[in-house]
C-alpha cells in the first residue's frame, strides 16, 4: 500500500515536472506573441484605445478574444464585421442603431477617443486567434451575405449602417421598411429632410437620429434618389 | 473552541454572510438584465452590476479561507494565534479596501480586467492585506512545535494564493499578453493553489466530523493535491487556445485540462468514504452534509461541467458565451462557497455554545440552495447551448439570439429565488447563533453532551 512519504515525494515530484515544463513553454509563448499579434502595428493611438476600452471596462457587457461578460456582442472581429462608420457611431450615440433594445452606456468620447478605440479594434481584429471566432458552419451569417452583395455605388456608411435596420435588393435588416424604389417614392428634399432628423419630420418615429456629416448626408440622397423601381428605370 | 484568538473567525464568516447576501441581489440585478428588464441601467449598468458580483464573490471566499485558517491553524498547531489584535485589524482593512473598491465601480474606476477589477491603488492595499494575514499565520505555524500536514498545506496553499495575485499586476499594452497573465491569477488560483487550500479544509473537516485516521486522510491528501498540480498547472493551456498564443497549446491544454476532472473525482470520492468509513457519528450531521456535498458539487461542476466544455473543438464554439457562466457558477459554488458554507456550520456550535444545526432549518437551507444552484445551472445550460447553436454554429445576430433566449432568464430568476430562499434560511442561522462566547475547552471537542444546568428557553451549550 501507498506511504504517506511515497505520496509526498508524488506531489513534489508532478509538480517540480510540470512547473518546468509550464514555465519553458510560458518563455517559448512570449517568443511567438509579438509575431503572432503584429506587435510592430502596435501605435501610440493602439495602446490608447485598449487602455480607454481597460478604464471604461467594457469586458464588462463585452467579450473580446472571447474572455469577458455575455452581455453583449463579440468585438474581436467587429471591425471587418460592422465597419469603422458603424463602429463611430455606435461609441458616439449608443442608443442610435438600436433603439429600444439593449442599452449600451453613452460615454461621450471625444473623436480622438473614438478613433483610438476603432484603430485598437482594427488591430485586434489581425491577431492570429488559432480559427476563433469560428465560421458558422450551418449557414452564412447575415451580415456577410449584405457585404457580399454588389455594392460598387454604395456609400460606405450605407452598408455599414443602414443595412443593420433596412433591406436593399432583398438583404438586410427588417427594422425598417425596405428601401427598394425609394428613391420614387421620396424626392431629395425630402430625404435630406429625414434623414437629418427623422423625429422632426414624424414624431415618435423608430428610425433614429443617426450621427452623419453633411458629405455622408450628400451621398446618401444622392445614392437612395437613384433607387429607382423597375418600371422608372424602364421608361 | 480550544483558544481564545480562534474567536477572530466569526469575524470574517460574519462578513461573509454580508457579503454573499448583497452578491445574490447584484445577481438578480443581471439576471433582470438578461431577460429585458435594465430599468437600473442608468445607475447601475451591467458592467457595474457584473464587477460588483463577482468581486464580493471573490472577497467573500478569501475572507471564508482567512477566517478558516485562522480557526485551524492554532487548533492544528495547538497554540494561540501570534497576533490576535492584528487579525481584527486586517479584517477591517480588508472589508474597507473592498468597500472602497465597490464604491469605485459604481462611479467607472477600475481595471476592465474580468474577475481583476479592484483598480492597480487599491490592489497594493489587497497585498499588504494578504501579507498581513499570511505573516500571521506563518508566524503562528513557525513558533509550533507540531507542523501537521494538513495545517502545511494550508498554509502553503495561502502563500501561493497570495504570491500568485503579482502576475496580475504586470502592466502591459499588448491584449495577448494581459490576458496571458490575467490567467495565471484566475485558473491558477481556481484550478490551482485553492484546491490545496480546499483539499486542507477537508481534511480537517473529515479528521474532526469522522473520526478516521489522521494518518490515512494525509495521505491522500497529498495524492489529491498532486493530482491538481500535474493536470492543473498545465491545464492552464485550455485558456491559451484562442488569444493569440502558439497553437501548441491546444495540445497541451488539451490533455492536461481533460485530466483535472481526476482531482475532483479523487476529493469526492475521497470525502464519501471516509465519511462512511468513520465510524463515530459527530453529532453536527448538517457540518458533515456541507463537507460531503461540497466534494460531490464540486465534481459536478468543476469536473464535469468543466471537462465540458474544455476540449479545444469544443471550446472553439462555446468559448465566450453563457456556457461559460453556467460552469462558472456551478463550479465556484460546490468546490469554494459550500467549503466555506461547511467550515462555517462546524465552528459556529464550537465558537457559540449553541446548537441550532439540531433545528429543521439546518438542513432546509441545505437542500434548498442546493437544489437552486442546480436548477440556476440548468437554466444557463439552456440559454447557453441555445446560443452556441443559433449564433455560433448558424451565424445568427448576436441581439436576436439574445432576445430568442430570454425566457431562460425568466426561469433563472425563478432558480435563484430558489436559492435565495435557502442562503436566507443559512444567514438567518447564523444570526441565530449569535455572538461567539462558548467557555474554551482543551480537547475533547467531539463530544457533545446536553449540561445539565440548562434553564428551558436558553440554548443549550455545546462542549468544546
Ligand atoms: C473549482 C474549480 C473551478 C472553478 C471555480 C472554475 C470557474 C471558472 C470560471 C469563473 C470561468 C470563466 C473565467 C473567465 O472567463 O474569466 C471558467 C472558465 C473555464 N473553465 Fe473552469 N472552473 C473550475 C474548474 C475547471 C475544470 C476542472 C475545468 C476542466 C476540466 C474547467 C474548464 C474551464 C474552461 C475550458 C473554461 C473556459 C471557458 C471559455 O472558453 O469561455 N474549469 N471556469
Ligand atoms: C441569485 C443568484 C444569482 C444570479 C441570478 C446570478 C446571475 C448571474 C449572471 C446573470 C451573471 C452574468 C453572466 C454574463 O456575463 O452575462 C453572473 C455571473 C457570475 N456569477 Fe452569478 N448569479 C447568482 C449567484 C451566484 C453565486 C451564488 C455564485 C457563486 C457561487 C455566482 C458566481 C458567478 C460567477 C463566477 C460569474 C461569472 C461567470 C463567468 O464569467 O463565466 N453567482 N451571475
Ligand atoms: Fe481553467
Known sequence: MLSKSAAKAFFLGGTAITLAVFLSLTWDTFQQIPGRTNAAALTDQVKRGKHLGEDNNCMGCHTLFGEGAYYAPELTKVYERRGPVFIRSQLKDPEAMFPGQRKMTNYHFTDDEVEALVAFFEWAGKVDLNGFPAKPTLGAPAQ?????????????????????????GGLGGTVGPALDGVGTRLDAAYLEKWLKDPGAVKPGTKMPKLPLDDAQLGELVTFLSSQKTLKEVAQ | MKFQSQKVAWGFFATCMLLLSLQVIYGFIMGFAHAGYDGLHSVIPFNAARATHTNLLVMWLLAGFMGAAYWIIPDECDRELA???????????????????????????????????????????????????????????????????????????????????????IPTDNQTVDSYWRWWVVHLWVEGVWELIMGAILSYLLIKLTGVDREIIEKWLYVIVGFTFLSGILGTGHHYYYIGTPRYWLMVGGVFSALEPLAFLGMAIYAFTMAKKGGRTHPNRVALLWTVGCAFMSFVGAGFLGFAHTLPQVNLYTHGTLVTAMHGHMAFWGAYAMLVLAIISYTLPLMTGRKVYEHASAGFAF??????????????????????????????????????????????????????????????????????????????????????????????????
Not at chain 2, 85 to 113: M, S
Not at chain 2, 133 to 159: E, R
Open chain 2, 83 to 169: 497576533w490576535p489584535k492584528l487579525a481584527w485589524v486586517q479584517l477591517v482593512a480588508l472589508v474597507v479596501t473592498g468597500v472602497t473598491a465597490i464604491i469605485g465601480f459604481h462611479l467607472n474606476w477600475w481595471e476592465g480586467r474580468k474577475f481583476l477589477e479592484i483598480p492597480r491603488p487599491l490592489d497594493f492595499l489587497v497585498v499588504i492585506d494578504v501579507l498581513l494575514f499570511i505573516g500571521n499565520i506563518g508566524w503562528t505555524v513557525w513558533k509550533s512545535p507540531k507542523k501537521s500536514t494538513t495545517s502545511m498545506v494550508l498554509f502553503f496553499g495561502l502563500l501561493a494564493a497570495a504570491l500568485l495575485y503579482l502576475p496580475g499586476m
Open chain 1, 144 to 168: 456577410v451575405l449584405v457585404a457580399a452583395a454588389p455594392s460598387a455605388q454604395r456609400p460606405q456608411v450605407f452598408s455599414q449602417i443602414c443595412v443593420t435596420c433596412h433591406a436593399l
Open chain 2, 367 to 464: 437542500w434548498t440552495s442546493n437544489i437552486g444552484m442546480t436548477a440556476m445551472t440548468l437554466a444557463f445550460a439552456v440559454a447557453g447551448v441555445s446560443q452556441v447553436v443559433l449564433e455560433r454554429r448558424a451565424g445568427m445576430d448576436f441581439l436576436t439570439v439574445q432576445k430568442e433566449i430570454e425566457v431562460h432568464f425568466v426561469g433563472l430568476i425563478l432558480a435563484a429565488c430558489l436559492f435565495t430562499v435557502g442562503i436566507g434560511t443559512f444567514v438567518w442561522n447564523f444570526i441565530r447563533y449569535g455572538l461567539p462566547n462558548a467557555p474554551l475547552k482543551a480537547g475533547g471537542e467531539r463530544v457533545v453532551t446536553p449540561p445539565p444546568d440548562v434553564s428551558p428557553g436558553v440554548p443549550a451549550v455545546a462542549r468544546s
